[in-house]
């Protein structure tokens, strides 16, 4: 009984890797990003330390296929260049998810 248990693990496990390793060698498309813009209606105070600083940032974020959603993050920002509350930042998003947007950054 014992044998027959291993032997139905070994089988399920290889049946396993074997769907995973074609599955993975197909490969998923990857949707592009779409582009939008965030206008910033809010931003936290600059601290008074230098160099990187949390701050959380409000606003709203448009684009296509997006009405206008209000979005707030807490992103790392160098202290010397803060946000100000009426800047538009370039962002990417998931196509029909603002909500896990990120900033374009150059380069």
Same mark, same amino acid.
């Given at each position: ?28 498309? #990857? ?25 959380? #940032?409000?606003?709203?974020?448009? &684009?296509? &296929? #997006? ?8 992103? $790392? ?8 509350? &009426?800047?538009?930042?370039? $962002? ?11 900033? #374009?950054?150059?380069?």
């Amino acid at each position: 009984m014992l044998e027959f248990a291993m032997l139905l693990i070994m089988a399920s496990t290889l049946i396993a890797l074997v769907v995973l390793y074609r599955r993975g060698r197909k490969g998923m498309p #990857v949707a592009e990003p779409e582009h939008g813009s965030l206008y910033i209606t809010g931003v936290s105070p600059r601290p008074e330390a230098f160099g990187e600083q949390f701050v959380t #940032v409000t606003g709203n974020l448009t &684009g296509p &296929g #997006v009405a206008a959603t209000q979005v707030y993050q807490r992103l $790392v920002w160098d202290g010397d260049h803060w946000p100000a509350i &009426g800047d538009t930042l370039p $962002v990417i998003y998931p196509a029909g998810k603002p909500d896990r947007w990120q900033i #374009v950054r150059p380069g």
